[in-house]
């Protein structure tokens, strides 16, 4: 009888334990999925923040020598952008605590088994919430940056045009002339200065034309270096199994760094001609 009590306390507490590591699963599976859903919200949002941004420049671009700013730009459009930025403020929020509570997971008991595959998951949630962190930032201030600077050329836009059309032709025969002459000086300035600024309009819309498409690169360039690590770890463990492929896979590790070498001394003096082409 006391035989059968003991097998009971300890079959109740197996099952217990069994029930503890299924809910603790079932919890680590909740917050990934969570982490995923967030993850692809804000890389949604962030593309379309980056397009309204870029459709701000050109808009303001097009409209600069007839309108103002705020003309071109309507108080729907700021609010959007007021929007779509606390919306994304929120997402990231929202993904720092997933990944803090993912974080918390790790440091229990029950979970050290399987510790070094959580924290590799964990760190790669880490990554991409860094990512989107620095990307949503720098868009946001290079947006900034841009609407600070179509202030500033709007308002000496307007000057010129208030000096343009303050002036009068009424005096006499000589302040005409010396009206005409010192409003044909203006005029070349005033054009000088406009084909200026439309010069450099065109150079900020190739940049962020050129930002667009590096951002799509770093996306895919990031979703295949998931599945490089994944594919990596698989040939490491076939490796470790036959010698004869990891001799294999120590060629093909030289022969990728030669590559790699390669690819950055090509990236590098293409980066030296573009800039120096830029400042030239």
């Known amino acids: 009888m006391r ?10 507490d197996d099952d217990m334990s069994t029930t503890n590591m299924a809910t603790s699963s079932d919890y680590w599976e909740d917050l990934r999925k969570q982490a995923r859903q967030l993850e692809n919200e804000l ?15 050109s808009s ?15 108080p729907s459009q700021d609010n959007m952008l007021v929007a779509m930025t606390t919306e994304l403020e929120q997402l990231l929020a929202n993904l720092t605590a997933v990944n803090d509570k993912m974080a918390e997971y790790t440091n229990t008991p029950g979970a050290s088994s399987h510790n070094a595959a959580l924290m590799h998951t964990l760190q790669r949630h880490r990554d991409i919430l860094q990512d989107y962190t620095h990307e949503f930032h720098k868009t946001k201030s290079n947006f900034f940056s841009l609407r600070e600077r179509e202030d500033l050329l709007g308002s000496v836009h307007r000057d010129i045009e208030d000096e343009r059309c303050g002036r009068t032709v009424k005096g006499e025969e000589q302040q005409k002339r010396s009206y005409k002459s010192s409003s ?19 150079s900020d819309s190739l ?22 690590k994944s594919i990596q770890t698989r040939v490491t463990t076939l490796a470790n199994r036959f010698p004869a492929i990891n001799s294999l896979i120590q060629k093909i590790n030289l022969r990728k760094r030669r590559d790699s070498l390669i690819l950055g001394g090509v990236i590098g003096v293409c980066t030296i001609l573009l800039l120096l082409y830029t400042f030239h």
Do not use: P
Not at 4 to 12: D, E, H, L, Q, R
Not at 184 to 197: A, C, D, I, P
């Open 3 to 12: 035989f059968a009590t003991v097998a009971f306390f300890f079959t109740a």
């Open 43 to 57: 890389d949604l949002k962030l593309v379309s923040f980056s397009k309204l941004c870029t459709s701000y420049s």
């Open 207 to 228: 940049i962020d034309n050129a930002i667009s498409i590096a951002m799509a690169t770093k996306e895919n360039i990031t979703f295949q270096r998931g599945m490089l």
């Open 60 to 74: 303001s671009s097009r409209d600069q020598r007839t309108r103002d700013r705020s003309d071109s730009i309507g």
């Open 184 to 202: 044909g000086v203006n005029n070349r300035r005033t054009e000088l200065f406009l084909k200026e600024h439309e010069h450099l309009r065109n």
